[in-house]
C-alpha cells in the first residue's frame, strides 16, 4: 500500500506540469488504477473513463469502469441489528 500512496502523490504533483493532452491522458489510466488499489474508487473511475474517452489504450478499462460502475451504484447495505443483551 506504500507504493501506491507514493505513486499516487508522485502522479498527483507531475499532472499540473503536463500540458500534453496524450500525457495527460495516460496519466489518467496510471493515477485511475493507483486510485483504484488505494479505494478511491470515485477519483478512479472518473479518470479511467477520461483516459477510455481520450483514446489511450487499455484492455482491462472496460471490465473495471463497469465493475466500478456497478460496485458505486449498489445501495449501501444497512448495518444489522444488534440483539438485545438479557
Known amino acids: 500500500m506504500g507504493d501506491d500512496a507514493k505513486a499516487y502523490d508522485s502522479l498527483k504533483e507531475a499532472e499540473p506540469l ?5 500525457k495527460l491522458a495516460l496519466l489518467n489510466k496510471e493515477m485511475g488504477f493507483v486510485c483504484y488499489n488505494l479505494k478511491k474508487h470515485d477519483e478512479a473511475l472518473a479518470r479511467l473513463k477520461n483516459a477510455a474517452a481520450a483514446g489511450v489504450q487499455c484492455d482491462n478499462c472496460p471490465a473495471l469502469i463497469a465493475q ?8 449501501a ?5 444488534r440483539k438485545a443483551a438479557r
Do not use: S, V
Open 68 to 75: 466500478l460502475e456497478q460496485a458505486l451504484a449498489a445501495p
Open 77 to 81: 447495505k444497512p448495518a444489522k441489528k
Open 18 to 22: 503536463t500540458d500534453d493532452p496524450k
